[in-house]
């Protein structure tokens, strides 16, 4: 038996740190003074989920009540994400004015949940620009606005005097990373998601030529693990015999698939349920009779990124025949369908949290 995972200390911290943040920002009503930082957002691109600058932007200013961005400012602040061994690794880089490392905070998050990672790293980051704004010591936040402005000859006259310097970030314990998990109270993203799409198939031994059909599915995804319904229908494909007499047949089908997936990379059981149409060209009594068919099989698929939630899927089944089926035209057996099939398909879908 697995043992149960600690509690990390930093998901403890969370809720506390978002206290802190809350009463900051209440402080500020009195004139509180406003520290700007340069921020540097280096996120791995084969990383799926993460938030965009923007949003990670936006987390950190809601905590603060201001827009703490400026390209000018002196204290740059570098956040970077990249996938590891144990999941995704984080760290927030504290440089100087002399362009010297003041300080750096490393996270783990074994959960392999991007957005998650970075909603607890954007706490941190506004607690620390409150607290360098708040430290008199620290010499970075900028003063109150007041009547009398300084002029800027007297400014800088007073950079060339003064020297300015951020105050450091506790140390960095790289040997131990701290796992870090948002708590359930947290406002961040949802592991939960919904993914629908439609498109092409193109299908092998399921008639007696090639055949084409297209694909309409929606799926629910929790972290690594998904469902997914859907429903398929082929385009009529003719056969026909040196004497004329031949056979139009098309699919109309329901799926369900149970699906894992590990980066852009996924593998599902995939089951296949509907009627097999059939029409008689050039006998002596034709009808269109139809009949259930059933397969079964494995399915592999690959996932694109094509912008925050638009995507591209290529998938590829491998059906094995469940129920056997054979066209019989003025009582002869012309085709029996094989036990083994394929598909491959391209979808274009959309991701929504």
Known sequence: MRPAPRVSRLRLLVPLLETLCFMLAASRAHAA????????????PALQGCPSEGDFRSIVGQQLGYDPYRA?????????????????????DWNAPTQKRAGERRFTSRS????????????????????????????????????????PAAAASRAETES????PAPPAQPETPLPVESPASASGPTPWSVIAGIGPEAGVNLGPNLIAQ??????????????ELGAEASLPTTTRQTDGI??????????????GHYRFASACALGKFGQIRVSGLGVDAPSSPTGFIAQAGPRVAATLRLGEQLL????????????????ELNRTAIWTMPWFGAVLGVDLAARFH
Request: some cysteine; charged content about 15%; aromatic content about 6%.
């Open 33 to 44: 003074p406003e520290l700007f930082v340069d921020l540097k957002y280096d996120i791995d």
């Open 72 to 92: 000018d400012a002196a204290l740059h602040v570098v956040v970077r994400a990249q996938s590891a061994e144990p999941g995704i690794e984080g760290a927030i």
């Open 112 to 151: 392999r949940d991007c957005h998650e990672l970075m909603v607890a790293m954007g706490f941190v980051v506004a607690v620390q620009i409150q607290l360098l704004a708040t430290d008199p010591t620290a010499g970075l936040a900028s003063a109150p606005k007041a009547e009398n402005v300084e002029s």
């Open 164 to 167: 300015v310097a951020a105050r």
């Open 214 to 227: 297209g694909r309409i599915f929606c799926a629910l995804q929790y972290a690594a693990a998904s469902i």
């Open 246 to 259: 031949g056979f139009r047949q098309n699919l109309i089908l329901g799926t369900v698939a149970a699906c």
């Open 312 to 327: 591209l899927l290529v998938h590829a089944d491998a059906l094995f025949l469940l129920t056997p089926w054979a066209v």
